[in-house]
């Protein structure tokens, strides 16, 4: 069963628990005239309602912070006198009364947590005040790791009470197991960015500096300029904060990188930019475009002679490399076109690259980017790219323009 569906059959019998808890307390009530429903309806609504509540707390992990602000909606749906949460070494939370029974829970739990299995006790509370007198332990369990416990506390010893717990433990754990995902997901794409990072080769590197260089004597203030955008360029593509960033300052990114390929190349890389102004707040993953102009102006440029910046055109018989990039609006996405008019690629060794087979240096910017794009908007948004031998290369991006989690830093 995958992950979804066993979350489905463990919300459904959670709901079912949860009706007959609220079923309970609705029927011991007067109805009044304003209550709409049955009261069935009324009490699927609100375990529902109280287990979405305590949800993205819980998609946080097992902290301090999310059991504390998850506990009280776990221990409405269970109904119980006091509910405890813990992680394997103390106490993250105690709701309810009794909290004076929080000092010994851990020693309680400690087979529990050993073995993973279920486990009732006597609370043996010498406070004869204490409603608290029977408990119910249940392993939080993902991946087979037992990462702590919860904890049901009730004047009398019950079978119902133990199999909710159970039931609301093993809900928990769906939240937990998908709060790991999460974590996952995030660090393999900031793996995947450490990854381009390391692509940003040091050839161009070393050759932007040596442009950069050559016009320290005949043209300082053009120097000056090209370092300036050197500095901006490594400044954001080595950046720490945020897995998104917006259109606009990728755009900007790559326009610095341009020049200074411009400045080593002279005229042989003419650029096209046809940006629509109203997509230029769209999100999108960081360092998302720019391998993708990495690669037009490789293929553009493969076995390309640079031309001395006094030549003044380009050497008669030769025509510059074009790319184009295009941003526009395409309804609820922005929708950008790299195009280079080089080399191009044979669509099958494409293929290959996409499908991860391409070694380990070969279009590793191509995979990365169309598999970021995958993980973050689904299947459909990977690269669409156009190509042959000979007939240079169009790369298609689908970009939504409004996705939950997705925003720019």
């Not at 590197?205 to 053009?222: K, Y």
């Not at 400044?235 to 080593?264: N, P």
């Not at 940006?275 to 102009?293: D, K, M, R, S």
Request: aromatic share 6%; net charge negative; charged share 25%.
């Amino acid at each position: 069963m995958t992950g979804a569906g066993y979350a489905i059959v463990v919300l459904l019998a959670l709901l079912l628990l949860g009706v007959g808890f609220l079923l309970g307390r609705r029927t011991a009530r007067t109805a009044r005239p304003s209550d709409v429903g049955t009261p069935v309806e009324h009490a699927t609504f609100e375990t529902l309602h109280t287990a979405s509540l305590a949800a993205p707390p819980l998609r946080a992990g097992l902290t301090e912070e999310s059991a504390r602000r998850a506990a009280r909606r776990l221990r409405s749906l269970l109904g119980t006198d006091a509910l405890c949460l813990t992680d394997r070494d103390r106490v993250l939370v105690w709701d309810g009364a009794g909290e004076h029974h929080g000092h010994h829970v851990m020693d309680q739990v400690q087979g529990l947590l050993a073995s993973g299995r279920d486990t009732a006790f006597r609370s043996d509370c010498d406070d004869l005040d204490c409603p608290l007198r029977w408990a119910v332990a249940v392993p939080l369990t993902v991946d087979n790791r037992v990462l702590g416990t919860l904890i049901a506390y009730a004047p009398r010893e019950s079978a119902v009470l133990a199999r909710a717990a159970g039931e609301v433990a093993r809900w928990v754990c769906v939240q937990l197991e998908l709060a790991e995902l999460d974590r996952s997901r995030t660090q393999l794409i900031e793996a995947e960015i450490r990854a381009l990072r390391a692509q940003i080769s040091p050839h161009f590197i070393f050759n932007s500096l040596a442009a950069i260089a050559s016009f320290v004597r005949t043209d300082p203030e053009r120097a000056r300029e090209l370092l300036l955008e050197f500095a901006d360029f490594t400044r954001y593509s080595f950046r720490r904060h945020g897995d998104f960033t917006t259109l606009a300052d990728e755009l900007h990114s790559i326009d610095q990188y341009l020049a200074l390929v411009r400045a080593r190349f002279g005229e042989r890389l003419a650029v096209t930019l046809q940006i629509a102004p109203e997509v230029l707040p769209v999100a999108l993953p960081f360092l998302c475009l720019q391998p993708l102009v990495e690669n037009a102006v490789k293929h553009g440029l493969e076995g390309a002679v640079p031309v001395p910046r006094d030549a003044g055109s380009v050497r008669t018989g030769e025509s510059p490399t074009r790319i184009t990039i295009s941003a526009f609006d395409a309804g609820s996405e922005a929708e950008v076109v790299i195009e280079d008019d080089g080399t191009g690629m044979d669509p099958e060794r494409l293929r290959h690259i996409l499908r991860g087979e391409g070694g380990h240096s070969t279009g590793i910017g191509l995979l990365n980017v169309d598999e970021r794009l995958r993980q973050v908007y689904g299947d459909d948004y990977g690269l669409v790219i156009e190509t042959g031998i000979g007939a240079g290369m169009k790369i298609t991006v689908r970009l939504p323009k409004y996705r939950a989690g997705v925003h720019g830093s």
